[in-house]
């Protein structure tokens, strides 16, 4: 069995929501169902970049996490693209098995029996900044197929109408911990990012959410993208 | 009964450590025990600020919470100064019969009993860089003081020493999560912090941690003042 991997890195300290501050090694998994307007990943995602992605067998993926985290057993994150769109089955079975815990996160457009075997599943569905559409029955049939696997959702917001339909989405699903995040508008890998653009993202993301009385949701920015731009691998 | 008040404000989103992100309303307590070289609080610390500090019942307090949240239940974070030279036990009672929760920080010196009514315990003993010592009979008080309450370990880290020393901490407590901070150096509320300088900071920190092979601690800057700077009262 042969999985596209777009890339296998870390360890670094995972930069989004509910693990955020963790050292993570991330298998970004290749491949995507969705094109988001302001997709910060396209090289996992689109066909045009697929000759990028090595076809790795389960063994070789976790042989390669193995080497980056010098055999010590730490959380691992599988992202993408949409990671759900592969079988990652075979790897978290190996990974458990030497002590490994797992990550993922999928927008929640395929349920996967293998998300029962996660330390955490986050489902972050796009809001309509993204240009994409939400299939609702299929983001409940991730979360059943989760089971009693700890499950949270991140929304990225980019303007007031995000943050309406995340309120919508927050009231549909009042047992998630829900985690905000300020868009990043800037993805070019080769771009400088602009801090202060990015504070004042965050800024006016916290002053709209607590301003408007919604006080349950966690507003984290892009940690990584603050300290480190938009630079891959770190 | 009466407690001395520093300043109370929010909601803001909590800028470091376990609740990082959580919307928050923040009480912090004047008066202190330890006096850290570093420490960003002083006006809530030193004795020559005390004029400044609100002699406050505990419905007063209440009050003031509930006024700035709306009337509407959410975390409240004690810090100080050290909050638990005083006793808050009240606030607390009184905070979580209208459905606040309550998360206190410490540096692990007192041991109190309300401790055990918390939603959350961070303790964060001082590294060699503060100019205190740790004794550990108080901190280890402290944990048994909680009780069932949760509770977390943070420790601020300015350089190697302060890193080995958290190093042995950690092995003292392997069952408390602990969260690495980066220090910074520049606490004067009338200075704009360095952004590059912090940055900087944080990256030498996730180097230096994961790069010795400790996977283990969560490691994440001051959200706050990455965004806001050393502004007070947000």
Request: charged share 20%; proline share 8%; glycine share 10%.
């Amino acid at each position: 069995m042969t999985l596209r991997i777009a890339e296998i890195f870390g360890p670094t300290i995972q930069g989004e929501g509910a693990l955020i501050g963790q050292p993570t090694v991330f298998i970004r998994a290749g491949g995507c169902d969705y094109r988001c307007s302001w997709c910060d990943s396209l090289h996992a995602v689109e066909s045009r970049f697929r000759h990028d992605w090595a076809p790795m067998q389960p063994a070789a993926i976790m042989d390669r996490v193995a080497q980056l985290s010098g055999g010590q057993p730490l959380m691992v994150s599988i992202s993408g693209g949409n990671p759900a769109i592969q079988d990652f089955g075979p790897v978290i079975a190996l990974g458990r098995k030497a002590g490994y815990g797992f990550a993922c996160e999928t927008q929640g457009s395929v349920a996967r029996d293998w998300f029962a075997g996660l330390a955490l599943l986050v489902l972050s569905p796009k809001p309509p900044s993204s240009g994409q559409a939400t299939d609702w029955a299929a983001f409940d049939a991730c979360l059943a197929a989760a089971g009693d696997a700890p499950r949270v959702m991140k929304i990225v917001i980019f303007d007031e109408a995000d943050l309406e339909w995340a309120r919508d989405a927050a009231a549909r699903y009042p047992g998630l911990t829900l985690y905000l995040q300020p868009g990043n508008p800037e993805t070019d890998p080769d771009r400088p990012v602009d801090p202060q653009g990015l504070a004042d993202r965050m800024l006016w993301l916290v002053e709209a959410t607590v301003g408007r009385g919604w006080l349950t949701p966690r507003i984290l920015p892009q940690l990584h993208v603050l300290i480190w731009g938009n630079r891959r691998g770190v």
